[in-house]
């Protein structure tokens, strides 16, 4: 892989990882704990709070992963690991790259 296409790889994720990020924080008031006082909160305000909290956590957790994933693929680019096949160690195609720069296998392998 050349080098112009590596940088422009490391720039797309590092711009996914920023985005991320961002989401987490913006989010970070949905996933807090529900009020449950009766007194204060009616019963379906409740249930709507612990449903967006529920998925506000749900967001959270893929969020988590996809950084995760970003992470691992910005350290196989330093590596100079990125693009090849864990499996087989043939190079990744680039369209299946650019669709997803964080996979880790080949069409072959991933089958």
């Known amino acids: 892989m050349d080098e112009k296409l590596r940088i422009q790889f490391r ?4 711009q996914e990882a920023a985005e991320l990020t961002r ?3 913006a989010t970070e008031d949905e996933r807090a ?3 449950l006082d009766q007194s204060s909160v ?3 305000a409740r249930m709507d709070a612990l449903q967006v909290q529920a998925m506000a ?3 959270s957790r893929r969020r988590t ?3 995760a994933a970003i992470r691992a693929a910005l ?5 100079d690991e990125f693009g090849y096949c864990e499996s087989c160690g043939e190079p ?3 369209g299946r790259m650019e669709l997803d720069p964080c996979v880790t296998r080949c069409i072959a392998c991933a089958r």
Do not use: F, N, Y
Request: proline share 4%; glycine share 4%; aromatic share 0%.
């Open 65 to 67: 992963a996809r950084l």
């Open 11 to 14: 720039e797309r994720l590092d």
């Open 57 to 59: 956590s749900a967001q």
């Open 42 to 44: 009616g019963r379906l």
């Open 23 to 25: 989401s987490e924080a």
């Open 33 to 35: 704990p529900v009020e």
């Open 75 to 79: 350290a196989r680019l330093h590596a």
């Open 92 to 94: 990744i195609a680039r």
